[in-house]
């Protein structure tokens, strides 16, 4: 393997991580502020008579998926225009980024009981897919603020003790 291809490699596996992350961060962002945009929107236009958990739902799990097409829109055009060296060296830091690797955490866990409590909570209420799609939105926006809340109280991951400078397979 030539030098060459050995540096497009790790250059599409660097763009490919920070593609997944923008992606993660977008639908985390739109999972938090589609909900009450939505909700304010339609109850100052179009009054609670034309508000539902079903389109409440609806409106998140869009946003959501509207937030990792953009999210992985913005960081591919970024990674696409960014110095190998730079790509490399932000690759790093977000890999070693304890708080931003808890708030995925907890986001996806939230996710997750969302996505199986809501249906339970609201069954009558909505179209299945709705329900299960939205929950996990809701629910990764409550995960999401259950990371906040705790690093407001104090509760800070820890912090790495050192941060390699260069991939373990480099020379």
Do not use: C
């Amino acid at each position: 393997m030539s030098d060459v291809d050995h540096l497009e490699s790790h250059r599409a596996a660097d763009t490919e991580f920070l593609v997944r992350r923008g992606m993660t961060k977008g639908y985390e962002l739109l999972s938090v502020l589609t909900p009450p945009v939505y909700a304010a929107f339609v109850l100052t236009r179009r009054g609670r008579s034309q508000f539902s958990i079903n389109r409440l739902l609806r409106a998140t799990w869009i946003g959501g998926a509207a937030g990792v097409a953009t999210g992985g829109a913005f960081e591919y055009v970024r990674s696409a225009n960014s110095r190998t060296e730079t790509l490399r060296t932000r690759r790093i830091r977000d890999a070693y980024d304890v708080a931003s690797l808890r708030a995925d955490d907890h986001s996806t866990i939230g996710g997750i009981l969302g996505a199986t409590l809501i249906p339970a909570f609201f069954w009558k209420r909505g179209r299945a897919v709705h329900l299960v799609l939205g929950g996990a939105g809701l629910g990764s926006a409550v995960g999401l603020f259950a990371h906040f809340g705790r690093s407001l109280v104090g509760d800070n991951p820890p912090k790495p003790t050192s941060i390699p400078t260069q991939s373990p397979d480099s020379e």
